[in-house]
């Protein structure tokens, strides 16, 4: 994973205290969570029917999954990279989907699959650069 990627795509969406001294590891599980908080934000907001706070939720999402994609170290990564590239890619179709349809389902979709990856990301720990 390429921490500089991830700490400018994390600084781009806003972040909170403590990104500066985080780990790329804790910067990856950091997007990954924003990304989750956007997704449950974006539900919220068309249960409320509130299509221009869902967009911009949905967008913001979209925009720290492609800070995610582009932090993959393809070189080092091998499969897992290409995989994880390949997941970051569906994923956003999903979501822009989503916004487009107005589908809280699609929601459910990506907000489980980025679920999962960060259960694994967090599983392999800190000590992993």
Request: no cysteine; proline share 2%; hydrophobic share 40%.
């Given at each position: 994973m390429?921490?500089?990627?991830a700490l400018k795509q994390y600084q781009q969406m806003s972040a909170h205290g403590g990104v500066m001294d985080a780990s790329p590891h804790r910067l990856?599980?950091?997007?990954l969570e924003g990304a989750l908080a956007r997704i449950l934000a974006a539900k919220g907001h068309m249960k409320q029917h509130n299509m221009a706070k869902k967009g911009e939720s949905i967008g913001s999402a979209i925009s720290i999954?492609?800070?995610?994609?582009?932090?993959l170290d393809m070189k080092q990564g091998g499969d897992i990279s290409k995989n994880l590239d390949a997941l970051y890619e569906y994923i956003n179709r999903v979501l822009l989907n989503a916004n487009v349809k107005n589908d809280?389902?699609?929601?459910?979709?990506?907000g489980k699959l980025l679920s999962e990856i960060k259960l694994a990301w967090d599983g392999?720990?800190?000590?992993?650069?």
């Amino acid at each position: 994973m390429n921490g500089t990627t991830a700490l400018k795509q994390y600084q781009q969406m806003s972040a909170h205290g403590g990104v500066m001294d985080a780990s790329p590891h804790r910067l990856i599980q950091m997007l990954l969570e924003g990304a989750l908080a956007r997704i449950l934000a974006a539900k919220g907001h068309m249960k409320q029917h509130n299509m221009a706070k869902k967009g911009e939720s949905i967008g913001s999402a979209i925009s720290i999954v492609e800070g995610l994609k582009s932090s993959l170290d393809m070189k080092q990564g091998g499969d897992i990279s290409k995989n994880l590239d390949a997941l970051y890619e569906y994923i956003n179709r999903v979501l822009l989907n989503a916004n487009v349809k107005n589908d809280v389902s699609l929601l459910n979709e990506a907000g489980k699959l980025l679920s999962e990856i960060k259960l694994a990301w967090d599983g392999i720990g800190p000590d992993v650069d």
